[in-house]
């Protein structure tokens, strides 16, 4: 492998996030704008999150994560054509399972609507749903053959993938606020451009396979077999990768059905006889929030992610430990690198940056300092999360599955137990502070046990980043708390500009300046076409 292959990947990857992250900010500006922190916007955040669940799961976790060390395997030992009919298989099947659960659950749904009553917040929930489920089959499928590309080196496709989505829903959201004044059908219509956009999501992968010589095929004898091992593998995989979104999940729910419903509703919660705690909208500051920290957590840590952890799974292959343990030790540099300065500035702009992008319209004061409490509370764990991601992904590269979901089961009860303790008294930022916590448990524990797997890494070079790291994010919090402290106030879009992008701009100079000056290499790295000393995550040139 070349020595610039895995920081030009990685840099591919970024920039395509990082374009799929803007548009998904323009996204969610236009729907909050149209619809505001109502009861429509919690019901449709709550259908959206089960099939983005289920892509987030099945797609790009589990599925993915298990089918791609049997793909990489495949191709190492015996061949190209083996390999393919391992992919057409797998792909096969999952679309056979996905089809027939939407079916089953197509059902489910129009058999309850029929004797539920209109309008209700679980109506609305059902018929958002209804029209959202396909979209499961087509985004997994689509990570599953994005899987494939990665494993030949090929990211820049399989990258605008989610960039599709976001146009998508886009054009949709404006259709929709074009076409009628009523949030129920709005919301159906953006539900169905949400589907278009799944279709073109799997067309977008499928034909870069077709064109590069990988088209799938119904003759592959020797792939039916490597079906059963990829699905052995999946379920304590979905563990380990998708207990943090179930968690997100649960906390959506419950935010939806302790919330006290606008126009004198009845919240879900009274009729289990439980009074409301949380104010209208927190569903959706909730889901606001996870977005914004979801924005370095991709542009970052599921880029690199995804470009390291094919390079870990051929080293763990060849049994070269010790390039595994060096891959991994230059992972973590760089992600203490970039995500410190991450979190630390999320959490210091989280008022600006919802000021600026989300209230106007319908979106009040109330829903913005509920959502900037939200952005904070998720920024401060900005670091954890990526982290997290690299370590799973080591795991799995060695072939470990177990270790992932037991610790992600354990941080998924003590998020629940947190949750459901500390939201009488904290409200809802309860939730958000649970998922961090929940995450940071999980890491430490991670960490323990990998080197007890792997063995003994190097900590002292990241040890040495960290404090570098420490001292450029300590200069760089001053920076932006006194260019804060310089600028009007003003609720004109001029000022809530000059809000967000002085501090940012004037933050990011202090700190690359105090990269250069501390010689915190990881960050020059990035602009560079190698890491320092030949060196690029482990692989030599």
Known sequence: MPSRGVISNFRILSVCTLLSRILGLVRDMAVAAIFGGGPVLDAFIVAFRLPNLARQLFGEGALSTAFLPIFVRDMERHGNETARQTLSAVTFTVAGILSG?????????????????????????????????????????????????????????????????????????????????????????MSASIVLAGCLQLLLPLVMLIRNGWSLTFHCPEGWSRVREVFA??????????????????DSVLAWGLSRPDAGEAALSSTFGIEPVLASGTASALYLGQRLYQFPLGVF?????????????????????????????????????????????????AQPVTLLLFQRGRFDAADAALT???????????????????????????????????LGLFALLFNIAFNLTAIWWLGGVALALGGVL???????????????????????????????????????????????????????LTVRCVRVLAPLLSGTVVYLSASYLFKINEVWSLLRSELPDNEELGVRS
Not at 306 to 314: A, C, D, E, S
Not at 373 to 399: D, K, P, S
Request: a positive charge.
């Open 438 to 492: 929940a995450v940071g448990l999980q890491l430490l524990f991670s960490l323990n046990r990998l080197t007890a797997r792997i063995g003994q890494l190097d900590w002292q070079p990241v040890h040495r980043t960290f404090l570098k790291v420490a001292a450029a994010t300590a200069l760089m919090t001053l920076t932006v708390l006194g260019t804060q402290f310089l600028l009007p106030e003003s609720d004109t």
């Open 372 to 406: 900037t409490t939200m952005i904070a509370t998720y920024g401060a764990g900005v670091w954890a999360f990526i982290a997290l991601q690299i370590i799973n992904r080591a795991f799995y590269a060695v072939g470990d599955r177990m270790t992932p979901m037991k």
């Open 301 to 349: 840590g599921v880029a690199l992610g995804t470009v390291l952890f094919p390079v870990l799974t051929q080293q763990a292959e060849r049994d070269d430990m010790p390039g595994f343990r060096l891959s991994l030790r230059r992972g973590l540099q760089l992600v203490v690198a970039i995500s410190i300065p991450a979190s630390a500035g999320l959490y210091l702009l």
């Open 101 to 189: 659960i939407v079916l089953l659950g197509e059902g489910a749904i129009w058999s309850q609507l029929r004797v539920q009553p209109e309008g209700t917040q679980l109506a609305l929930v059902l018929e958002f749903l209804a029209v959202l489920l396909p979209y499961m089959v087509f985004i997994c499928l689509s990570a599953l053959l994005s899987a494939a590309l990665h494993s030949l080196r090929q990211f820049l496709w399989p990258g605008l993938v989610p960039v599709v989505l976001n146009v998508v829903w886009i054009v949709g959201v404006f259709i929709a606020a074009q076409s009628t004044e009523n949030d129920r059908l709005r919301a159906l219509l």
């Open 233 to 250: 593998a999946v379920l304590p995989v979905v563990a380990g990768v998708g207990l943090t979104q179930i968690g997100a999940v649960f």
